[in-house]
C-alpha cells in the first residue's frame, strides 16, 4: 500500500475490500487505511522535500481545505451500501483517467491557466473524500493539482504529500478513537507503509513525471476492472 500510494495513489481500493472481507470491522477498516496513508506522507516526504519538487506557496492553503474536508468526512462516515459505493468509485475513476489522457504542463509548454479557484473548492471535495472513504484521494489530489494548478506530475505528487499531513493525520485520530484497534496493529499499518513509501518515493523522483502518469494510468485501469469484477460478483 505504501509503494503504490506513494506513487500514484489508490491502494486503499485494493486494501478496504480486502480487510473487509478478511472480517475486520468496517470502521476499524477505515483506520487502518488511513494511517497507510500517514505512513507514505511521512515515508515519502524526505525524498519528495530533497527533490525540490514542492509547490510549498500551494501547501498552505491546500493542507487546511484538505483538513477541514477531512474532518467533516471522517466525522459523517456512514454506511453506504456496497454497490452504490462500487458505482461511485467507477466513475471516479473514469473520470481521473479522462484527466490523465489531458497534455500537461510539460506536454504543451503554456502559461499557467487561472483556474485555481475552482481547484481550492475540488480540495475541499477531496479533502472529505479522503477523510470518509480513503480510497484513491492522493490520486484525485494529484489530477486536481496537475489540472487547475498547471503542474507537472511529480510536482503534483510532492505537493500533495506535504499538504496531505495535516488531514491523514486528523482524519486517523477521529477513525482511531471510533474503532476497536490496538495501537500495536497501528504501528505496524504504520511502519510497513513508511518502508514501501520511502522506497516509492525514491523510483518516483527518479524517474519523474513519465513514471508517475504510467503508474496512475495503469492503477487506475487495476481500480476499474477491480470494480467491474465486485459489481459482477455481487
Same mark, same amino acid.
Given at each position: 500500500?505504501?509503494? %503504490?500510494?506513494?506513487?500514484?495513489?489508490?491502494? !486503499? %481500493?485494493?486494501?478496504?475490500?480486502?480487510? &473487509? *472481507?478478511?472480517?475486520?470491522?468496517? /470502521?476499524?477498516? =477505515?483506520?487502518?487505511?488511513?494511517?497507510? $496513508?500517514? !505512513?507514505?506522507? @511521512?515515508?515519502?516526504?524526505?525524498?519528495?522535500?530533497?527533490?525540490?519538487? /514542492?509547490? +510549498?506557496?500551494?501547501? =498552505?492553503?491546500?493542507?487546511?481545505l484538505l483538513g477541514v474536508?477531512?474532518?467533516?468526512?471522517?466525522?459523517?462516515?456512514?454506511?453506504?451500501?456496497?454497490? &452504490?459505493?462500487?458505482?461511485?468509485? &467507477?466513475?471516479?475513476?473514469?473520470?481521473?483517467?479522462? @484527466?490523465?489522457?489531458?497534455?500537461?504542463?510539460?506536454?504543451?509548454?503554456?502559461?499557467?491557466?487561472?483556474?485555481?479557484?475552482?481547484?481550492?473548492?475540488?480540495?475541499?471535495?477531496?479533502?472529505? +473524500?479522503? !477523510?470518509?472513504?480513503?480510497?484513491?484521494? *492522493?490520486?484525485? *489530489?494529484?489530477?486536481?493539482?496537475?489540472?487547475?494548478?498547471?503542474? #507537472?506530475? &511529480?510536482?503534483?505528487?510532492?505537493? $500533495?504529500?506535504?499538504?496531505?499531513?495535516?488531514?491523514?493525520?486528523?482524519?486517523?485520530? %477521529?477513525?482511531?478513537?471510533?474503532?476497536?484497534?490496538?495501537?500495536?496493529?497501528?504501528? #505496524?499499518?504504520?511502519?510497513?507503509? @513508511?518502508?514501501?513509501? +520511502?522506497?516509492?518515493?525514491?523510483?518516483?523522483?527518479?524517474?519523474?513525471?513519465? @513514471?508517475?502518469k504510467k503508474g496512475m494510468?495503469?492503477?487506475?485501469?487495476?481500480?476499474?476492472?477491480?470494480? =467491474?469484477? $465486485?459489481?459482477? +460478483?455481487?
Amino acid at each position: 500500500m505504501g509503494f %503504490v500510494t506513494s506513487i500514484s495513489g489508490g491502494a !486503499g %481500493v485494493f486494501a478496504v475490500p480486502t480487510m &473487509l *472481507a478478511l472480517g475486520i470491522p468496517p /470502521i476499524n477498516v =477505515l483506520a487502518l487505511n488511513r494511517t497507510s $496513508d500517514v !505512513g507514505v506522507v @511521512f515515508g515519502a516526504f524526505r525524498k519528495y522535500y530533497h527533490s525540490k519538487n /514542492i509547490d +510549498w506557496k500551494l501547501v =498552505l492553503p491546500m493542507s487546511i481545505l484538505l483538513g477541514v474536508g477531512a474532518l467533516v468526512g471522517s466525522n459523517f462516515v456512514v454506511n453506504i451500501p456496497k454497490y &452504490l459505493l462500487n458505482y461511485i468509485i &467507477l466513475v471516479g475513476v473514469v473520470v481521473g483517467i479522462i @484527466f490523465l489522457l489531458k497534455p500537461t504542463k510539460q506536454e504543451q509548454n503554456t502559461k499557467p491557466k487561472m483556474t485555481g479557484g475552482l481547484g481550492y473548492i475540488f480540495f475541499l471535495f477531496v479533502g472529505f +473524500w479522503s !477523510g470518509a472513504l480513503g480510497m484513491a484521494g *492522493a490520486t484525485f *489530489a494529484v489530477l486536481v493539482i496537475t489540472h487547475f494548478f498547471n503542474k #507537472s506530475f &511529480l510536482e503534483a505528487r510532492a505537493t $500533495d504529500v506535504a499538504a496531505a499531513i495535516p488531514e491523514t493525520l486528523i482524519s486517523t485520530a %477521529v477513525l482511531y478513537f471510533g474503532s476497536t484497534l490496538s495501537v500495536i496493529s497501528l504501528f #505496524s499499518m504504520f511502519f510497513s507503509s @513508511f518502508i514501501g513509501a +520511502w522506497i516509492g518515493s525514491h523510483l518516483a523522483v527518479k524517474h519523474g513525471s513519465v @513514471f508517475i502518469k504510467k503508474g496512475m494510468i495503469v492503477i487506475s485501469i487495476v481500480m476499474i476492472i477491480k470494480v =467491474l469484477v $465486485d459489481l459482477i +460478483w455481487v
